[in-house]
């Protein structure tokens, strides 16, 4: 609380608007002026310093002396729309992979994470297995893993088993990222705490309906953002069956910048991949805004 | 609300010489104490004096060292038995509430019911909209437990508790994580509770509402059960000293 001003003070003749007293009925008014004004303030500043940021760079780009060929070489409007259609068929491929590969790796991920957090004997020899699968397969690159399924299986000439490198490269990348998730979701499983599991035991369920209706919900409900993370990061590396010889959208632009000497059909590849992970990513922000309800978080 | 003898068969909860040990800690040293039909006994003692595990091992949560648990005059203990059929039974209500986040209250009431086929899912619904609605929680049935108060996220656990119509309810320290003035909505709903007759065996720190609602007062310290007796007896006149010591230290701390 401001302290009633001297009488004889002449302090409060140099606070410009007089002297600030206490109960003053315009000061809502001057509070609400002033958050104003530095709402305007900010957005001006923020303004200004996009402008300078961005031209700068801009400017800096057009102005170099290799951007008349950088232009020519990878944003020619020619070259892309002779490639474009031939690009966008061949993503189709990774577009099919993903949808089927995301939908293994959630299966195969989800159960795994449920072998390895389970506590019965019987299952014992599954819960190493699943530890040994982990440890093998997040820690191989992807890359290598498709090559080795991609050439290896089909060189072991075994009766029955598929030889097309895409189905190959597509349990490669399946496995590859069985993995990833199987941790998300071990993560997430563990995060519940121990006494919503007594509840579920206290209100009559045994122990597989108490995972079922009251530990996986939470731990799935918790896990989405991370899990969102790791299906963009698939989306992109499909691209990877590239190296077993599956024509998918980068090999067709590759081929094309190949067949043009020019580099644009790798920039039309590029933003294909961009079309699927970016709503995939705003779809990430929205799930994992701070104030969604449906998450439900145990106090 | 005959007060049965432990041992002698005709009391719905027997806790036999139970004890039980974490690691090199002795919780429960013996511990003799019958609960007889539509009986509401009430454990009191210090933090750390056994109640909680006492109350977890009846619930099978906790599995005993010695000694015998009997429900309705059968062993519950003994490792043959099969633990789901015994808490199907029982009812238990934690000091933290410990509802289910992600279901709405009508389905945090009616899960255990409905999955434990103890109920149809009508028969189970139809029942938990009765008591919402009798307890003044019928208007919440679509709400996530975030969205309660305390008072209400405890009276929901309640309701859970006793939905299925258990033997006997076990009531742990269920006001002691309440603001103090969300307690009295809780106890209200015990206090309906026992006029229903319900058995039950509850942990608390109220000593008010003990000496109201309980018919029998156990004063448990150090992992022994001192003093045995009706409420007012145990709480207006204890006869051991440790009693006397506890409830004086209540009194001062003004929580009694």
Redesign the interface.
Known sequence: MTPPAHPNSTEADVIPGGPLLPGDGGRQAARERARRAKTRRGQAIAFLSSVLVLGGLAVAVFTSTGWPEVQAQFFSVEVFRDSFPGILSAFWIDVQVFLVVEVIVLILGLFVAVVRTSTNPALFPFRVLSALYVDVFRGIPVVLLIYLFGFGIPALELEGVPSDPLVLGAIALSLAYGSYVAEVFRAGILSVHR??V?????????RF?TLR??VL??AI?RVRPPLLNDFIALQKDVALLAVVGVIEAYRQAQIDAAANFNYTPLVAAALLYLAVTIPMARLLDYISRPDD?SR???? | MSAGQAGDGSAVIDVLSVTKSFGDLDVLKGVELAVGEHEAVALIGASGSGKSTLLRCVDLLEEVDGGDILLDGKVITDPSVDPVAIRKRLGFVFQSFNLFPHLDVLENVTLGAIRSGQMSKAAARDRARELLDRFGLGDREREKPDRLSGGQQQRVALIRAFAPSPRALLLDEVTSALDPELVGEVLELVRELKSEGMTMLIATHEMGFAREVADRVAFLEDGRLLEVGPAEAVIDSPSEPETRRFLGRLHQGGLA
Not at chain 1, 198 to 206: F, P, Q
Not at chain 1, 296 to 299: C, I, N, S, V, Y
């Open positions: 006494t919503q007594e509840s579920g035991l206290a209100i009559g369920l045994n309906q209706h009251i919900p939470q409900r309800p439900g978080m145990a106090k």
